[in-house]
């Protein structure tokens, strides 16, 4: 259908963390989105993985992921599997063993009629763990089953792209992962480098073998927080993401809003430069030039940028705040060209004279594409300590590559950020950080959470403490956490995530 579908991800304000479980479905044609009622949903998550496949009338596959309490003193690393039937509308957990452990920021991806997933992270309050297994879950025999390519392949990481060629083999490129230098010192390391996962028939069972690439062509500046999808031509394309330079004391992130696509077929990088919308005068006064530059992007494909230049947007929230962001433009000159000829145009109408629109760079962002056309929804900046969720939208043609169309304008409203300041009565509470058991203010307003949940678990009762809540309503929160967590997690730990999602729940019904 001419539809995206958007399941769980989180939310932080700069106090508290909130995270989903909802479903929303983007109509494409009537360009709205709808909230899916859908009962007995995955518990809520973030940074997990979702791949739609056709089998079945249509199916969702969700693996993995985190949950976090609203304090950030609790998170647990998931490693359930979950599919929504998109013909009944139902969602099922699939308990099927020898799967991946538990872990986030990995990345699944369809390959011929299995689900392959690759890397990841777990992290704990003592360690953290960087991962560069693989796995393929198969869609008919509905089994895990864990690869052991040959050759050498990535180094442990998360957060990279991941894409699958028309052969049935993988594409991995960058991520990020960092380790233990000593102490309370940690280095992170941003991947640059590209690997093929190819499948080798042989008899009944496929051989996978790894193998490093060299592409040619340029290159995607360094960078994490990069979001990736799969376009027309045979190639992939990533999104945005966020460089981080780290000084004594501090990070600060360059942010992103730039396309790059990798055609498989070639092997080689190149920029996704927009032509800018072109008006009958410019048509005319062309004639039959553009045809020799060709249709499909090939000029593009050869122009190498000339040198990175900074430029500065401000944008204002709602509560005055003056928020600055820089945006690397990696070819200037072909910018200032487009422009001037543009400028040249009297009369060419606004559309061509005008400032071109385009998403405010981030991280993060979910991208999907369908029917040729890209779409960007939301993702995360930071100006400062003040970190931005986002909620728009944005589509461009990728086969024409001429212009950004906001189809949803990013909320000022949505900008809320609490200062530390703006804590409650406790006072000693650090940013993004909880007071343990200590109850948080009921004035925190949460007006977009899920009401849904209350008609599934206990609800709260009138003015009831969560002191009063959490020993009435235990034995509900530890089954729950043990289901999901599996008989193998050990019970301090499924007590913690139940009291966690407890307090989660208990917080939102206020």
């Known amino acids: 259908k001419d539809e995206l579908i958007l399941f769980g991800g989180e939310y932080f304000n700069g106090q508290k963390t909130f995270l989903y479980n909802e479903l929303y479905v983007y109509s494409i044609r009537k360009n709205s989105w709808t909230k899916a009622d859908i009962p007995n949903p995955p518990p809520r998550r973030c940074a997990h993985q979702a791949v739609a496949v056709p089998q079945a009338g249509g199916q969702l596959w969700v693996f993995g992921g985190e949950f976090g309490s609203p304090d950030g003193e609790q998170f647990y690393h998931y490693r359930d599997l979950w599919v929504l039937h998109l013909a009944t509308k139902t969602w099922e957990q699939i308990r099927a063993p020898g799967g991946p452990s538990g872990r986030s920021g990995h990345r699944m991806v369809p390959c011929k009629r299995q689900l392959i997933v690759f890397g990841g992270f777990h992290e704990s309050a003592r360690d953290y763990i960087y991962y560069n297994d693989v796995y393929a879950f198969n869609l008919d025999t509905f089994t895990w089953t864990k690869l052991v390519p040959s050759g050498i392949g990535p180094a442990p990481r998360s957060g990279c792209q991941m894409a699958t060629t028309p052969e049935g083999n993988v594409i991995i490129y960058g991520g990020y992962s960092k380790q233990r230098i000593k102490k309370d010192v940690d280095k992170g390391t941003l991947h640059t480098d590209l690997f093929l996962l190819k499948a080798e028939v042989s008899g009944k069972n496929d051989k996978w073998a790894w193998t490093r690439l060299s592409p040619s062509g340029v290159k995607p500046t360094p960078r994490s927080g990069f979001s990736a999808a799969i376009g027309p031509n045979n190639r992939s394309l990533l999104f945005g993401g966020v460089h981080d330079e780290e000084e004594e004391e501090s990070i600060e992130g360059d942010f992103f809003n730039d396309v790059y696509f990798y055609d498989m077929a070639k092997n080689r990088w190149f920029p996704g430069q927009l032509k800018g919308p072109k008006s009958e005068k410019r048509k005319r006064r062309r004639g039959k030039k553009e045809a020799a530059e060709g249709a499909e992007g090939e000029e593009a494909e050869s122009q190498l940028p000339r040198g990175p230049v900074e ?103 949505t900008q809320e950020w609490l ?92």
């Open 311 to 413: 430029i500065v947007k401000e944008v204002v929230a709602e509560d005055g705040t003056v928020m600055t962001i820089k945006q690397v433009i990696s070819d200037p000159e072909a910018e200032e060209e487009r422009s001037e000829s543009e400028e040249e145009e009297d009369g060419a109408g606004d559309e061509a004279s005008g400032q071109q629109v385009e998403p405010c760079p981030r991280s993060n962002a979910m991208l999907a594409v369908k029917h040729g056309v890209l779409y960007v929804y939301g993702g995360m900046f930071e100006v400062g300590d003040r970190q931005f969720t986002l909620n728009d939208l944005y589509s461009v043609d990728l086969h024409k590559m001429e212009e950004w169309k906001v189809l949803v304008e990013m909320d000022p409203k």
């Open 419 to 510: 200062e530390e300041s703006e804590s409650d009565e406790a006072g000693d509470e650090v940013e993004g950080a909880g007071g343990g058991e200590e109850e948080e203010e009921e004035g925190s307003d949460d007006e977009s959470e899920d009401e849904e949940e209350e008609k599934q678990h206990p609800s709260v009762q009138p003015e009831e403490k969560y002191l009063d809540y959490i020993p009435r309503t235990e034995p509900y929160w530890i089954q729950l956490a043990r289901r999901n967590m599996g008989s193998d997690a050990k019970e301090k730990k499924v007590a913690k995530v139940a009291h966690a999602m407890a307090k989660a729940f208990y917080e939102e019904s206020l």
